[in-house]
């Protein structure tokens, strides 16, 4: 499974982006998926995920009320639409896929990764 992020740039404060991860020749409703973001100096943290089948999802405290994680399976996609953004969320965001039916955050649990999209919000 090879997946692909893109939709990554440089915008103000405030501003938003929609994040995209794509896959080809496997059907991404199979996977749960996980969006991932990691700045310079820091941890990876987990953003959002959403599961396979019930499109259970959950976030991180300091994406709860600005993102939001949806499916398009006829596209075979999963968005991450950013909204009000942040300088502190500026990072190189991943998606990543499972074979699991339960949504999670740990990137333990992934062992499909994208190469990452640049986030940058900057004035």
């Known amino acids: 499974l090879q997946l692909v992020e893109s939709g990554g740039g440089l915008v103000q404060p405030g501003e938003s982006l929609r994040l995209s991860c794509t896959a080809s020749?496997?059907?991404?409703?199979?996977?749960?998926i996980g969006w991932f973001r990691q700045a310079p100096g820091k941890e990876r943290e987990g953003v959002s995920c959403?599961?396979?089948?019930?499109?259970?999802?959950n976030y991180a405290d300091s994406a709860k009320g600005r993102f939001t994680i949806s499916r398009d399976n006829a596209e075979n996609a999963v968005y991450l639409q950013m909204n009000r953004l942040k300088p502190e969320d500026t990072a190189v965001y991943y998606c990543a896929a499972a074979l699991a039916s339960e949504c999670s955050r740990s990137d333990e649990y992934y062992p499909y990764w994208g190469q990452g999209t640049q986030v940058t919000v900057s004035s």
């Open positions: 020749g496997f059907p991404l409703n199979y996977y749960t």
């Open positions: 959403i599961s396979r089948f019930l499109g259970r999802f």
